[in-house]
T-cell receptor
Framework: GAVVSQHPSWVICKSGTSVKIECRSLDFQATTMFWYRQFPKQSLMLMATSNEGSKATYEQGVEKDKFLINHASLTLSTLTVTSAHPEDSSFYIC??????????????FGPGTRLTVL | GEDVEQSLFLSVREGDSSVINCTYTDSSSTYLYWYKQEPGAGLQLLTYIFSNMDMKQDQRLTVLLNKKDKHLSLRIADTQTGDSAIYFCAERVGGFKTIFGAGTRLFVKA
């Protein structure tokens, strides 16, 4: 159990266009979903945290108008990169968390989406 | 501040033990995690330890936590070529916020 999927797994787009990335928890209800960005050979940078039905909380330095996050249901969150530019090219990873009996609040990660903006 | 540091590279021979070290700065961390990332993939949770524990063993994996020194280590016994990956140390610092290290690239030589 605890599988998280992302779609698409990779996307190439032209500069100025918008790209939507989906994150789904397949076999559990995710109370909270997270969006990370990972640069080559670097760690994950948390972009935002979203709870179902409420607005996402963005980390400092992350433009909320550029990276739109919607968490419409307990199994789906979307990240839309608006007016994408080459510097937005990166590996975007989502994770989801659920309450467990032992309450580790473990995050389960999706496989990531590689975005390349030309 | 919140910071997690780990060495960037480790090379071992197949069958040997691997030890990956990590230091963190936030003393209020509740959980500490080890994740594995294979090329082009997301992160896979390997194991975690609660901050009031000092050791946890799970099959080939042993986690040691020295809370006084804010030092965490992951030992992989009988390392196999399939263990080659990037290993991330992470700490939960409050609520759901998790801080990740830069990752240690483990290379296993046959």
């Amino acid at each position: 159990g605890a599988v998280v999927s992302q779609h698409p797994s990779w996307v190439i787009c032209k500069s100025g266009t918008s790209v939507k990335i989906e994150c789904r928890s397949l076999d559990f209800q995710a109370t909270t979903m997270f969006w990370y960005r990972q640069f080559p050979k670097q760690s994950l940078m948390l972009m935002a945290t979203s709870n179902e039905g409420s607005k996402a909380t963005y980390e400092q330095g992350v433009e909320k108008d550029k990276f739109l996050i919607n968490h419409a249901s307990l199994t789906l969150s979307t990240l839309t990169v608006t007016s994408a530019h080459p510097e937005d090219s990166s590996f975007y990873i989502c994770s989801a968390s659920r309450r467990q009996a032992e309450s580790t609040d473990t995050q389960y990660f999706g496989p990531g989406t590689r975005l390349t903006v030309l | 501040g919140e910071d997690v540091e780990q060495s960037l590279f480790l090379s071992v021979r197949e069958g040997d033990s691997s030890v990956i070290n990590c230091t963190y700065t936030d003393s209020s961390s509740t959980y500490l995690y080890w994740y594995k990332q294979e090329p082009g993939a997301g992160l896979q949770l390997l194991t975690y330890i609660f901050s009031n524990m000092d050791m946890k063993q799970d099959q080939r994996l042993t986690v040691l936590l020295n809370k006084k020194d804010k030092h965490l280590s992951l030992r992989i016994a009988d390392t196999q070529t399939g263990d080659s990956a990037i290993y991330f140390c992470a700490e939960r610092v409050g609520g759901f916020k998790t801080i990740f290290g830069a990752g240690t690239r483990l290379f296993v030589k046959a």
